[in-house]
């Protein structure tokens, strides 16, 4: 009995020496885990904090590093912003400008047109004369030239017909024109010729004050008359070849204005040209317009400048074109060009309407947004030009006269 108990005892201990065993083995087991747990909870501490560390340094790094490069890009991006902003204008103001040559070009293409069916007119009318005063002179000359009795009053009419192909042949029906005329008709009177009214019309155009002693013989000749109408036809043919000639360079004249004016490619952008040359092809253009006003241009001074032809053109087209508008047809138009000091001055002045104060100030100034008429935007436009080749612009209207002024203080001088 002793011995069981003392068995159980055993066992009862064995099992509190495993139970022991165990609640220490536990109890250490805990504490193991509890260490590794402090210990990795300080190791993630640690990285944590080297890592926000890092981290803020890296910020820290950033910032200090690129705050010089982020304002260099804002600089950079508002230059960039800048240039686009002005290259924006300027091909804004560039297609504004292309949009008012094509309207003005418009406006002034069908005078242009009937400007140039003028010299097509007198070709037309040269070529018809030639051909029948060449039929005259050759059935002329077929009968006089090979009679023995008017041969040389013949020869004597050509020479004298030919000696006058140095005159410059030009019909005018002035004040002075119909005396000398009238004075031919008196002198030729007596010879008493069917044809005398053309006869005098063409002796006069040809610079033949009087019947002098050579043409006296000639016309006294028992053929007289006949030599009168070799003469007058003679006279015709040479008036027709100076028309001719005439109306050839005025047609390609026009017509080269024309292509100039409206073929962008044909402008240079920049370089040297006569000043009178782009106001020349003004007045081409506006020809039409200006001959239903008053108008006089005096150009008293010679030089050139550096610019693009086309647009200074086009300048004096919108000038001109704003004194025909503003003026009826009893109105005066005045273009001068002169030296004073060192400028070279162009002036326009017309008796047309008044320009108000405010829209000259407006003009004048540098705000070109605002609305504005088509006339001041015109206006506007060649003051635009005008600044970019340092000429200056002066306005000066009130109720007798409106006065533009164009200074060029860069230009060279050259002889007239």
């Not at 009130?398 to 002024?405: A, M, R």
Request: aromatic content about 8%; charged content about 25%; proline content about 1%.
């Amino acid at each position: 009995m002793k011995k069981q108990d003392d068995s159980v005892k055993s066992n009862v201990k064995v099992d509190l020496t495993k139970g022991n065993k165990a609640s220490k083995t536990d109890s250490l087991q805990h504490k193991r885990a509890h260490v590794f747990k402090s210990q990795f909870q300080n190791d993630e501490f640690e990285d944590d904090v080297i890592v926000r560390n890092s981290k803020q340094q890296k910020a820290s790094t950033f910032e200090f590093n690129d705050i010089q490069p982020q304002s260099e890009e804002i600089k950079f991006l508002k230059s960039e912003l800048e240039r686009l902003k002005i290259s924006e204008q300027n091909h804004f103001d560039s297609l504004a400008q292309n949009n008012q040559m094509s309207g003005t070009l418009d406006k002034l293409l069908p005078d242009f047109l009937h400007e140039l069916s003028s010299p097509v007119v007198l070709l037309e009318y040269s070529l018809e004369n030639l051909i029948v005063d060449y039929q005259k002179v050759i059935k002329s000359l077929t009968t006089l030239a090979f009679n023995e009795q008017t041969k040389e009053a013949t020869l004597e009419t050509l020479n004298y017909a030919q000696s006058l192909y140095v005159h410059n042949f030009k019909v005018s029906n002035s004040l002075e024109t119909r005396e000398k005329k009238k004075l031919i008709l008196d002198a030729l009177a007596p010879y008493k010729f069917k044809h005398t009214q053309r006869g005098a019309d063409y002796i006069v155009i040809a610079g033949i004050n009087r019947i002098d002693d050579q043409l006296h013989t000639i016309f006294s000749h028992a053929e007289g008359e006949k030599l009168f109408e070799l003469m007058v036809s003679l006279i015709s043919i040479s008036q027709s070849f100076s028309i001719l000639d005439s109306a050839k360079t005025r047609a390609r004249n026009l017509i080269s204005t024309l292509r100039n004016y409206t073929n962008k490619k044909n402008s240079t952008g920049s370089g040297i040209f006569d000043l009178k040359t782009s106001i020349d092809i003004a007045l081409l253009m506006m020809g039409h317009s200006l001959r239903s006003r008053t108008f006089e241009f005096k150009y008293d001074t010679a030089c050139f400048l550096t610019g693009d032809i086309q647009q200074l053109s086009h300048v004096w087209i919108n000038l001109l074109s704003h004194a025909v508008e503003s003026t009826d047809s009893s109105g005066h138009i005045l273009l001068n060009v002169f030296t004073e000091q060192n400028e070279v001055l162009v002036t326009l002045k017309d008796n047309g309407k008044v320009i108000t104060d405010e829209n000259i100030q407006f003009l004048l100034s540098s705000n070109y947004t605002a609305n504005s008429s088509e006339n001041i935007s015109k206006l506007i436009t060649c003051k635009k030009y005008l600044d970019t080749v340092h000429a200056k612009l002066e306005v000066v209207s009130n109720q007798e006269s409106t006065l533009f002024t164009i200074r060029f203080s860069n230009y060279a001088s050259s002889d007239k």
